[in-house]
Structures are given as structure tokens and as C-alpha cells.
């Protein structure tokens, strides 16, 4: 009960944003997951999911579509990225995607497309795909990763990460090399594999 309560609050809060109208309703994206239109498509939103007193995560999108047969929230670039923020006990980490997809249940977040992460403490994650698990407050992926921290950059397959980023570990093909000061990620000299 107090679960449907938190979903029919936070969607009264939603329509105080802006609904899209009817027409867009019906055109919505082809890479959207589900079939037929969207119950509810939102612009411009900003979510916050609370877990007691404590902030899980917050999103800001130009587009939501939600799909409660699915169980959904389909955020979405239109001319801005997809910006989430995961909070952990030291800080925050920032992600930019192309996309986000939020299970109304389990609170879970994937991020697909162009998918760049930053920590206060310093460490990058860039890849195509990963899912940030709520009930762990874990990163995983099965997709390419590159994570940066200072100079050293390490390179692999598939990941399992604490929301940090402080401790990582990567699956498979994994090489490390430094950084030239002042260079930009992936542009220096690939050193020996650890």
C-alpha cells in the first residue's frame, strides 16, 4: 500500500510538469522499450527516489514515457542528455546517457548510450551500457569499459563496481596503461597489461 501511495504521489508531482500532448503520445520513440504507446510521456522531468530519509538517486530528463505494464520509466534525450545522480555514503556519482530506464519496483537504473560517470573522488567509467543495482548500490555490465582515475586508465569486458567507483573489477581482456599528463582519455601510449 504505501508503495502504490509513493507512485501515485510521485506521479501527481510528474503532471505538475508538463504532459505531452496527444500527438506525441502516439509517436513515440521506435527505440522505446514495450509495445504500444505509453501510458503517461512527461517533459522535462526531474525525479527523486528517496529511500527512508536518505536520497537513492535523481534524474533529470527532457522526456519520460511511463509504461506501467512493464513497470518502467523510459527517460530520454532530446537535445540533453540523460543526467542521473546515484548517491552512496561518501559522495555522489554523476552519469550522462543517452538513455535511462528505471524499474518502478526495484528502484534499478540502466543507462544506455554514451554512458560517462564521474565520482567525487576522482574515477571515470565510460561505456555503452551498465545497470546500477539498488538493492547493492552495485554498477554492473557485460559491455566494453574504460575507467579512468588520475593517469591510469584500465580498459576490459564486463564489470562489477561499487557506486564509488573506488573498487572495480573487470571481467575479461583487460590492459592498463598511463596516461600523458593533460591528454584526454584514450589518446596516450597503451604501456604493458597488468
Keep these: 500500500m504505501r508503495r502504490c501511495l509513493q507512485t501515485i504521489i510521485l506521479l501527481g508531482l510528474l503532471l505538475r510538469f508538463a504532459v505531452a500532448a496527444p500527438e506525441a503520445q502516439a509517436g513515440a520513440t521506435a527505440g522505446a522499450m514495450g509495445s504500444g504507446p505509453p501510458d503517461l ?3 522535462q522531468i526531474h525525479l527523486v527516489e528517496m529511500r527512508g530519509e536518505s536520497v537513492l538517486w535523481e534524474v533529470w530528463a527532457d522526456q519520460v514515457e511511463m509504461r506501467e505494464a512493464e513497470g518502467t520509466g523510459i527517460l530520454s534525450r532530446v537535445t540533453n542528455p540523460v543526467v542521473v ?9 554523476r552519469c550522462t546517457a543517452d538513455r535511462a530506464t528505471v524499474d518502478l519496483k526495484t528502484k534499478d537504473v540502466r543507462l544506455d548510450g554514451a554512458v560517462v560517470a564521474r565520482s567525487d573522488q576522482g574515477s571515470q567509467l565510460e561505456t555503452e551500457s551498465v545497470r546500477w543495482l539498488a538493492a547493492s548500490r552495485r554498477l554492473v555490465t557485460d559491455r566494453p569499459v574504460t575507467i579512468s582515475r588520475g593517469n591510469l586508465v ?29 591528454a584526454a582519455p584514450g ?8
Design 187 to 194: 589518446t596516450g601510449r597503451r604501456g604493458a597489461s597488468p
Design 154 to 182: 584500465t580498459q576490459g569486458r564486463g564489470m562489477d563496481a561499487e557506486t564509488s567507483l573506488e573498487r572495480v573489477r573487470i571481467f575479461q581482456n583487460i590492459t592498463s596503461y598511463l596516461q600523458p599528463s593533460g
Design 41 to 43: 510521456v512527461l517533459r
Design 85 to 93: 545522480v546515484l548517491y552512496f555514503n561518501q559522495g555522489q556519482l
